[in-house]
């Protein structure tokens, strides 16, 4: 197979080259980074939903809607991007995306071994650290005849950029975001104190990959994917494509990490509108917030309420919140413990 190690490119290409590589009936893998820092968005989701499109627009930070799922994510060069394009016939692509993600994730596990930091895979398509902190994306999906897999080795991250590109609705819930977004993802820099070099890395990488691919042959990108990249280019940074609607909703997640996210909810019983953010673990409430225009007495039970919630699972949220009503003798006309428990699971 093909190694094209590019090193830093256009944020533009750090896209469109494995968008056009399928177009033009190649496979290969690609190891790069964006010389420019910009957003980039999952193909099902709604632009204006995710991301604070003013604040981007105000400080030139572009944004990209790719042709592979998942979420928002701000991307720059303290990111060394892989990216494998396979036919859909390779044995490889013929598996069951999990068994997909295991074989293809077990590179880039070992190549943070190898660096220094002990992680493993997490389904579906995580790496965490021994702690369980994320410390890679990835994603797949299908362009034409192939498949496509791309992520990357974080070395380091500005968290606070990236909470700052997403659209929330209030500072609060970013807050929460950004707590839990640093307690759960780590980098290279975080974790070994210092940044490897771009050599050292993707040297390693290559060879990883190599015990799953078969020899990889250094190659530079064929000719007639430069010229597919400037073909994509009108399309891919349209007003038309990047506002392309997924599914529009009024709640919001964002994921931080697998089986990680904060949720924010809200719920017209008859007493009274209920909002909720909340942070979720492996179906664990990890901690819940509750507000809204609804009367509960003794008023300042709620706070005590929310405490009760910490790490209580999912599945037993109603059962806490009636039993914490009967103990407390709670009243709230209008709202129910299973209204409450609406907001903080579904």
Known sequence: MKLHDLGPVSWTD??????????????????????????????????????????????????????????????DGNQLFYQLVLHRDHPLARQSKERFYQQLLSPVVETYRALGVETRYKPVNDIITTEGRKISGNGAGEIGDYVIFVGNLIADFDYDMMVRILRVPDEKYRDKVHKSMYENLTTLRRELGRIPSWEEMAAVLQREFARVLGPLEPSPLPDDVPGEVQRLMPQFLSEEWLNKRGKRRSDRDVKIAAGTEIRQRMFKAPGGLIRAIAEVKDGVLVSAALSGDFFIYPQDKLAELEARLAGVPLAEVEATIAAFYEAEGIESPGVTPADFARVLVN
């Open 14 to 75: 750090s896209q469109l080259i494995y968008h056009a590589m399928p177009r033009l009936g190649h496979e290969g893998l690609n190891l790069l980074r964006p010389n420019a820092p910009y957003v980039c968005i999952g193909y099902h989701q709604d632009v204006q939903q995710e991301v604070d499109v003013a604040y981007c627009q105000a400080n030139g930070i572009p944004i990209f809607r790719r042709e592979v799922g998942g979420g928002a994510v701000y991307l």
